[in-house]
């Protein structure tokens, strides 16, 4: 849990693991903040705040530890950016390290769901009528896997053991990573999965060519 400290010394906050899917190889993408939220610390990340240091360092400069241990990192984070919603970052485990492959087993058990920042607040408000800190801008060095989320809304929606998502996972999906309007991902959902299914078998194996064949299959069905 975050400790308010002197200002310039190092900060930790909690959110939620909101997870896609861990693969096999320990690939996975997620949000390790959310914008806009109020935390159990009274702090809100208002967007913005980590533009900064994502240029500075790059995701390759930005560690992935395991419970805020520097003795304990467990992979690379591949990609870092700020959206909409929050910090999304893709990442995978090393699961040539014992201790990975263990997290990767939690994360699918749904008994370790939780992100981490470990930051230096560079600056930020408070509002004297609420209590609520607003961080406007924060140097990010490292995220961890952690046990205990700070920010309840956000958990982990799914890690991947070879089931399909459900709908609602899809139509996230499709929405967020595949460019589809809301009326288009519950059209592909309704009419189309089985066919996308088809799809994916013959489109090449990346995330970029998996949703120009649901955009494919979508205007498809739309016609």
């Known amino acids: 849990m975050r400790t308010k400290i002197a200002a310039g010394a190092e900060e930790r906050k909690f959110a939620g693991l909101d997870v896609e899917a861990v693969e096999e190889d320990g690939s996975f993408s997620g949000y390790a903040s959310l914008f806009g939220r109020v935390d159990l610390g ?3 990340v208002e967007r913005g705040a980590f533009a900064d240091s ?3 360092r790059g995701a390759a400069g930005i560690r992935m530890l395991f419970q805020h241990d520097p003795n304990q990192p467990i992979g690379a984070w591949r990609e870092i950016r700020e959206d909409a919603n929050g910090l999304f970052v893709r990442g995978k485990l090393a699961t040539g390290v014992a201790r990975a492959r263990e997290v990767r087993e939690l994360m ?3 008994a370790l769901d939780g992100l981490s920042i470990g930051f230096r607040t560079v600056r930020a408000a408070n509002e004297a009528r609420t209590g609520i800190r607003r ?3 924060a140097d990010l060095w490292e995220i961890s896997i952690v046990t205990f989320p700070m920010l309840p809304e956000a958990r982990v929606d799914k890690v991947k053991g070879g089931a399909l998502p459900s709908p609602r996972e899809f139509e996230r999906w499709l929405k967020r ?3 589809l309007t809301r009326s ?3 059209t592909v959902i309704a009419q189309g999965f089985a066919h996308l299914m088809r799809e994916r078998d013959a489109a090449p194996r990346t995330s970029e060519g998996l949703a120009a064949a649901f955009r494919r299959a979508a205007k498809r069905i739309r016609q």
Do not use: M, Y
């Open 54 to 56: 994502i240029t500075k």
């Open 108 to 110: 699918r058990e749904r």
């Open 135 to 137: 961080i406007k801008q």
């Open 184 to 186: 288009e991902a519950k």
């Open 177 to 179: 990573d595949a460019g």
């Open 42 to 44: 009274r702090d809100v």
